[in-house]
Each structure stands twice: as structure tokens, then as C-alpha cells.
């Protein structure tokens, strides 16, 4: 079974422009979570959809959104970027929401702002 | 406000060596406890995770406890490999069902 996919593994982006980013849960799976990593905060939770509804959200601004398809694909989105949103991006898969339950991450898109 | 507190922040040891990964968070009321793996520039790796009604899990030679009470975890490894190298991170699951990770523990296992 195919394991978590992100794309894409890195970006480069200046200041107040747009990202978006993607991540194919494993299949079958239909929670998907969002992690922000930096040195300095580690990691951090963005938020969680599961059956296209966003559940559960962390302490980040407007500017992070995201949202999931159908297929449980999901994607991720920040808006005027700043130099702080340098970070690796995680995202995860779970079978379901609400049951705590083993996440499955994928490898992470590293993103750079310049 | 849940926080998760991992020393220390990096350690070095003897392949072979059996050594102790710690873990500490702030409020006892969990759903569970995860140990991830972390190779550099790449994802997580879930290693084991502990209900909130457990008190250790193990597989291979990896053993983690569990004493909510106390709001401690730990991460046995016993006969380290240099294949051990890598971040090592603890992550509990709030009754939110948001998971709060620690800063990890960088591991160097030395040949």
C-alpha cells in the first residue's frame, strides 16, 4: 500500500506571494492533518479534515487555510507569505477522526521564503 | 495549556549501548502517548504508541513507559545501532484529539 505523498518536496517563494501545497493520504484513509516544523517551535498543528470537513484547528492565522476533496486529497494553502513561514510542511493520514489513533506522515515539503 | 518537554535536547553514545529517552508533559489527561522517528529532511515515523489505560509498549528492542500520574514517558533502546541515529519525538494526544509534540531528542549513535 502506497504510503503518504506530498508534492512538492520543496518550494521557493518570496514575500507576499501564494503557496499551495498537496498531500494523497494512504488509501482508505480519510483524516488528513497538517503540521507546520521549525527549529525553533518544532512542531506545530494546523489543522485536521476529515470527509471534507475541517475539524479541528491550531493557533495559526487566516492566512493558513486548507481544504479536502472527495478522495480525501487534501490541500494546504498560505496567503502573503512571510519570511517566518519557512518551514517544513507535514502532513498526515488516519483511517478516521476522532479516535486517537497511529498517523502515518508523509515526507514534507520544505518551504523557503525569501 | 498542554506542553510537551523532551531531554535532552541531543545525545551522543556507544554503539551498543542501552540508553533512556525521556519525556515529560504538563496535564495528565491524554488519550495516548506516541514515540515517532524522524530522519533528517523527511517525514515521521510512528515507533510505538501507549493508550492512556496502558503502561508500556514494546517492539523489538524498543520498550516506552508510561506514568500519566506523573506525566512521564520514556523510550527504552536497548543494543543501539548506528541506524539508530536520528530525532526522536514524543507526542501526546489531548481529549481534543489535538496532538501536542515535544522538541525532540537528536540521537547519535557512534560507530
Known amino acids: 500500500k502506497a504510503g503518504v505523498t506530498q508534492t512538492p518536496r520543496y518550494l521557493i517563494k518570496t514575500r507576499g506571494q501564494q503557496v499551495t501545497l498537496s498531500c494523497s493520504p494512504i488509501?482508505?484513509?480519510?483524516?488528513v492533518s497538517w503540521y507546520q516544523q521549525t527549529p525553533g517551535q518544532g512542531l506545530q498543528f494546523l489543522f485536521e479534515y476529515f470527509s471534507e470537513t475541517q475539524r479541528n484547528k491550531g493557533n495559526f492565522p487566516g492566512r493558513f487555510s486548507g481544504r479536502q476533496f472527495s478522495n480525501s486529497r487534501s490541500e494546504m494553502n498560505v496567503s502573503t507569505l512571510e519570511l517566518g513561514d519557512s518551514a517544513l510542511y507535514l502532513c498526515?493520514?488516519?483511517?478516521?477522526?476522532?479516535?486517537?489513533?497511529?498517523?502515518?506522515f508523509g515526507p514534507g515539503t520544505r518551504l523557503t521564503v525569501l | 495549556k498542554q506542553e510537551v518537554t523532551q531531554i535532552p535536547a541531543a545525545l551522543s553514545v556507544p554503539e551498543g549501548e542501552n540508553l533512556v529517552l525521556n519525556c515529560s508533559f504538563t496535564?495528565?489527561?491524554?488519550?495516548?502517548l506516541q514515540w515517532f522517528r524522524q530522519d533528517p529532511g523527511k517525514g515521521l515515523t510512528s515507533l510505538l504508541l501507549?493508550?492512556?489505560?496502558?503502561r508500556e509498549q514494546t517492539s523489538g528492542r524498543l520498550n516506552a513507559s508510561l506514568d500519566k500520574s506523573s506525566g512521564r514517558s520514556t523510550l527504552y533502546i536497548a543494543a543501539s545501532q548506528p541506524g539508530d541515529s536520528a530525532t526522536y519525538l514524543c507526542a501526546v494526544s489531548r481529549r481534543d484529539d489535538k496532538i501536542i509534540f515535544g522538541k525532540g531528542t537528536r540521537l547519535h549513535i557512534l560507530p
Open positions: 488509501s482508505g484513509h480519510r483524516s
Open positions: 496535564d495528565s489527561a491524554i488519550y495516548n
Open positions: 501507549i493508550q492512556s489505560s496502558q
Open positions: 498526515a493520514s488516519r483511517l478516521f477522526a476522532g479516535v486517537p489513533d497511529t498517523q502515518y
